[in-house]
Nanobody, 123 residues
Framework: QLQASGGGSVQAGGSLRLSCEAS????????MAWFRQVAGKDRVFVAG????????KYADSVKGRFTISRDNARNTVYLQMNSLKPEDTAVYYC??????????????????WGQGTQVTVSS
């Protein structure tokens, strides 16, 4: 199971750090990613980190502002979000992809999903 936390309400320009902790398994063999979804719209890829080598991939809309990282010893993946904008408002989901050779942005490639955590950025 994946448990996402850390969402909240901030003003534009602020920061939040999301966490996704796994239970019942170890994330070391999983590529991990964050997606986000606005009501009425599709869930979209935000950032991902490979299970081996630690390479990362970001959506263009968050490059330079968001950073994904992982701590396998803590079985946790993080999303540091800086310089937040109102358009970052969404429900954020973490996901796990077993031994994916590269980070992928397609949500159907992911095997496990956490529940969402709401991020609201006000102007």
């Amino acid at each position: 199971q994946l448990q996402a936390s850390g969402g909240g309400s901030v003003q534009a320009g602020g920061s939040l750090r999301l966490s996704c902790e796994a239970s019942g398994g170890n994330i070391a063999s999983y590529g991990m990613a964050w997606f986000r979804q606005v009501a009425g719209k599709d869930r979209v890829f935000v950032a991902g980190i490979a299970w081996r080598g630690g390479s990362t991939k970001y959506a263009d809309s968050v490059k330079g502002r968001f950073t994904i990282s992982r701590d396998n010893a803590r079985n946790t993946v993080y999303l540091q979000m800086n310089s937040l904008k109102p358009e970052d408002t969404a429900v954020y989901y973490c996901a796990a992809d077993y031994r994916a050779p590269v980070v992928v942005a397609e949500m159907w490639e992911y095997d496990y999903w956490g529940q969402g955590t709401q991020v609201t950025v006000s102007s």
